[in-house]
Every structure is written in C-alpha cells, then in structure tokens.
C-alpha cells in the first residue's frame, strides 16, 4: 500500500513515514554499536580504529576468533541477508515495483522520461559521491593523530549517528512528503510541513545536543569502558563541540530533502561541493596549528555553512513558486 500524503496533518503524515525508518536506522546502527564493544573490548583499541563497518561480528570474532577480517566478511554476509529481504519484500508486497521484460525496452519516445530521471538522480549521485571523498580526506586527518584519535572518533561518531537519526528520518520523510504534494501543485501545504519539521528538528536537535554535550562521554565509556582515559578525554572533546551545532545539520536533513522532493537537485549539490571544501579546508590547514582540534571543527563549520545555503535556496525556491 502507497500512503497518500496529500491529505491529512503534514506534521502528523511526515512522522508516522518516519518511525519505520527510524526503528530501522536505529538497528542498523546497533551493529555499529556492537562493533565497538566487541572490537573494542576484545581485540583493543588498535583494532577499533582500523574497524568502521556493519556486521553481525559476534559469530566471527567471539566463536571463529576471526577478529579485524571477521568483521569484514560479516558485512558482506550481513548486506546480502538484507538485500535478499528486501527483494523478498517487494515481491510479496509491491507489484508496481516488479521489472518485466517490457521494462527493460528503451525507444526515442522515452528520451523525456529517462532525461527527467537522470536530471535529478546524476547530481544527487554526485552529491554522496562528494560526501564520500570528503569522509575519506577526514579519516586521512584522523590517521596522521594517531591510534587514539581514530578509536575516539570511531566511538563517538557511531554514538553522534545514533543522536542524529531521528532527524535524518524525518527529512527522508520529508522529501516524500514534498514530492508528493508538489506533484498534486499543493504548494502551501509543502511549506508548512516542512516548517512544522523544521521546529521539530530544532527541539530534538536542543535535546540530543543536551545529551551529547553533559553525557556523550559516558556513553562512550559504557562501551569502550574506563581503561583508556586519553580515548574517552578525546571523544568527550569531539561531541562537547559538535553537538552544539546540530541545530544546522538537522536544518541540512530537511531542507536538503525538501529541495530534492521538488526536483531542484543542484542547490543541494552545490551546497554539498561548498560543504567539503570548508570541512576539508579546516581540517587540513588548521591540523598543524590546532592539531586534532581541527577535525573536530571542520564539520560543525561545513553544517553552518550547507544549512545557510541549503535554508536560502529553500526559501528562494518557495518565493519563486507562490
């Protein structure tokens, strides 16, 4: 069953779309939950920093003594389980999804279609694509610092993923919820579900900032436990300062969603562009002078920035459709 989004409370709609994935992106992240207190309290320390994946690691590492390339099998066996459930899913529940022969056919009268798919499916690749480099040039940072570093990041951001999920869910919900009303030309409405949104984020963002900044190193403690003060002192120092700014990556999840769901792919992919020059800028240059200080600001100021821009071509997208 599609849900129809086009009528009904916005706010009401956008939440209950998001509890499924938010249920589900909290299991997943258990995985990488597990990963750190097996790998971490197990193998050591050295090993959690080489350590950064989802797998079901308490069959490889506990029984079969496998240890850093156990973990590693254990993803691919853990995302073949996932994909064939999903596959068995839709089979079962979505026949709209099924391919058939005559969908693999391509004539001239399908250039439109395949056009509007790609103007907005090649920058949103792009756009994770520059995510990616711009993980991979942090890691390079993080590495030159040290074992150390790298575990307490490893830790802490595993715990910062969890804190940020539920906005991450409800902007995925979001852009269901935009492409669906901008289809029926429901413009209004687009616009106060995504403000409603919006000052839902802020409080959650002003709650899990609360947490991250008094209690984030304890949490981190209750799984890496209390022998290694110098990693749990760096992980404390990670999410005291990000988790003041989450205001803006939460600002990020829904509007960046928002402009997608309305088919404006190239603000979001400018914005992304921008992101990872200002992070990798101040990871980079400042590493020498402020050391691992840098990384810890680099993404609050990339969050700063892409919401800024991300809010103002929101905003400018709305004036122009009203």
């Known amino acids: ?13 956008i939440f209950w779309f998001s509890v499924p994935l938010l249920i589900g992106n909290i299991f997943q992240q258990l995985y990488n939950i597990a990963d750190i207190v097996i790998v971490g309290r197990t193998i050591g320390i050295n090993a959690l920093a080489a350590v950064g994946a989802i797998s079901p690691i308490f069959f490889f590492i506990l029984n079969l003594h496998m240890g850093v390339p156990g973990s590693a099998i254990a993803v691919v066996i853990s995302q073949a389980i996932s ?3 999903c596959i068995a899913y839709v089979k079962m529940k979505f026949p709209i999804l ?9 004539t001239v009268k399908d250039k439109d279609f395949i056009y509007d798919h790609l103007k907005i499916g090649f920058p949103m690749a792009l756009q994770f694509s520059i995510i990616g480099l711009g993980i991979l040039v942090i890691q390079s940072v993080c590495n030159s610092f040290g074992s150390d570093v790298i575990a307490a990041m490893t830790a802490a951001l595993r715990i910062e993923q969890i804190a940020t999920m539920p906005m991450m869910s409800f902007g995925v919900a979001v852009a269901a919820f935009v492409a669906q009303n901008y289809g029926a030309n429901k413009f209004k409405r687009i616009h106060e579900g995504v403000r409603k ?12 900032g609360f947490i991250m900044h008094f209690w984030g190193a304890d949490i981190v403690a209750l799984f890496l436990g209390a022998k290694d003060i110098n990693i749990l002192k760096i992980a404390k120092n990670y999410l005291f300062i990000s988790a003041l700014f989450y205001f803006f990556l939460g600002q990020i ?15 979001p992919l400018w914005a992304s562009i921008i992101e990872l020059f200002v992070r990798c800028g101040i990871a980079i240059f400042f590493a020498p002078i402020y050391g691992y200080y840098s990384v810890f600001y680099a993404g609050p100021a990339a969050w700063v920035v892409g919401a800024s821009i991300m809010g103002f071509g929101y905003y ?7």
Not at 253 to 267: C, D, Y
Not at 316 to 322: D, E, N, S
């Open 83 to 85: 994909a064939i459930m």
């Open 316 to 322: 400018t997208r709305v004036l122009r459709i009203f």
């Open 197 to 208: 949104t919006s000052f839902v984020c802020l409080i959650i963002s002003i709650c899990m």
């Open 253 to 267: 999840f829904i509007h960046r969603n928002a402009l997608q769901g309305m088919g404006e792919p190239k603000i």
């Open 1 to 13: 069953m599609i849900n129809d989004m086009t009528k009904g409370g916005p706010l009401s709609l």
């Open 98 to 106: 099924h391919l058939k022969k005559k969908d693999w056919k391509f």
